[in-house]
Each structure stands twice: as structure tokens, then as C-alpha cells.
């Protein structure tokens, strides 16, 4: 996967930008309700195999550190290809326990600039973007991410 890596210091900041998705229960969530601590922003989807193929990484990281770093897996759902219903029957099926959350607008999609999945942004827990990598991470690349966000 392709990362970039945006250095953090007092003079350069880069404030990720705001957006709001959707839980499992229909009820709104921003990025910025998240700030405080490490953030994983993944976009995915359910018919994506590049995204079905980091998701056991995903939910193995996300088991060991998900009380320190948020995880906010956000899912493209447009409604037709991609519900609500269908992505969470996935997550379901493969026993994930990550939280999900559902992009019905395309908003956060079109915040982050998102032109393929899987992409994923690191960001840090005063809420600056510092990297973000496209296509599949496996478990060290996540863990390397998370590494620069977690301090």
C-alpha cells in the first residue's frame, strides 16, 4: 500500500477535517465526537476484496488496542449496491467486533477525497491528520500506523 506521512510538530499541523456518519442504530457521529484519542478512519466496503482481505487484521488490532486508539470503520453506503443492512450482515456473519458506521451521504467520502478502498487515514488524538495509506493493510502496516499516532 501507498503511504504518505505528514510530520507533527507544533508548527505543522494538519486538522483532520470534520464529517458526520451514521451508527448501527441510525444515530448521528462525527470525527470530531472522537478527538481525544488515536484515530483509524477506514473507508470500506462490503463487496471490495481488498477491504474483506484487511478486515480479520483490522479486528485482531482493534481487539488488542480498541480501548486506547478509536476505530471508525466507515462503510460506503450508497443505498443501492451497498445498504445499511447488507454491511452490517457481513460484519455479522464474519464475527467482527469492531463498530461500523455507515457514510449515507457520501459526505465523509467527499471530505477525505476518498477515490478508491480501501483507504485509510491515521489521525491523532489532538486531531490531526498524520498518514493515510490506500489498498489493504495487513497487521504490521496497521500497527505501523497506529504507531505514529500513538504516543
Same mark, same amino acid.
Given at each position: 500500500?501507498?503511504?504518505?506521512?505528514?510530520?507533527?510538530?507544533?508548527?505543522?499541523?494538519?486538522?483532520?477535517?470534520?464529517?458526520?456518519?451514521?451508527?448501527?442504530?441510525?444515530?448521528?457521529?462525527?470525527?470530531?465526537?472522537?478527538?481525544?484519542?488515536?484515530?483509524?478512519?477506514?473507508?470500506?466496503?462490503?463487496?471490495?476484496?481488498?477491504?474483506?482481505?484487511?478486515?480479520?487484521?483490522?479486528?485482531?488490532?482493534?481487539?488488542?488496542?480498541?480501548?486506547?486508539?478509536?476505530?471508525? %470503520?466507515?462503510?460506503?453506503?450508497?443505498?443501492?449496491?451497498?445498504?445499511?443492512?447488507?454491511?452490517?450482515?457481513?460484519?455479522?456473519?464474519?464475527?467482527?467486533?469492531?463498530?461500523?458506521?455507515?457514510?449515507?451521504?457520501?459526505?465523509?467520502?467527499?471530505?477525505?477525497?476518498?477515490?478508491?478502498?480501501?483507504?485509510?487515514?491515521?489521525?491523532?488524538?489532538?486531531?490531526?491528520?498524520?498518514?493515510?495509506?490506500?489498498?489493504?493493510?495487513?497487521?504490521?502496516?496497521? %500497527?505501523?500506523?497506529?504507531?505514529?499516532?500513538?504516543?
Amino acid at each position: 500500500p501507498e503511504t504518505t506521512t505528514e510530520p507533527e510538530s507544533e508548527e505543522e499541523v494538519n486538522p483532520a477535517p470534520d464529517f458526520t456518519v451514521y451508527n448501527r442504530y441510525g444515530q448521528p457521529v462525527s470525527l470530531s465526537d472522537m478527538i481525544g484519542k488515536p484515530i483509524v478512519l477506514n473507508f470500506w466496503a462490503s463487496w471490495c476484496g481488498p477491504c474483506r482481505s484487511e478486515m480479520p487484521d483490522f479486528d485482531e488490532v482493534y481487539r488488542l488496542l480498541g480501548d486506547e486508539v478509536v476505530f471508525m %470503520l466507515v462503510n460506503l453506503t450508497d443505498g443501492e449496491v451497498e445498504t445499511m443492512q447488507s454491511a452490517s450482515a457481513f460484519i455479522d456473519s464474519m464475527g467482527y467486533s469492531f463498530p461500523i458506521y455507515f457514510d449515507l451521504t457520501d459526505e465523509a467520502a467527499y471530505t477525505y477525497w476518498v477515490q478508491s478502498i480501501p483507504t485509510t487515514f491515521f489521525i491523532s488524538a489532538r486531531g490531526n491528520l498524520v498518514a493515510y495509506a490506500e489498498g489493504a493493510l495487513d497487521y504490521e502496516t496497521l %500497527l505501523y500506523g497506529i504507531s505514529m499516532i500513538y504516543n
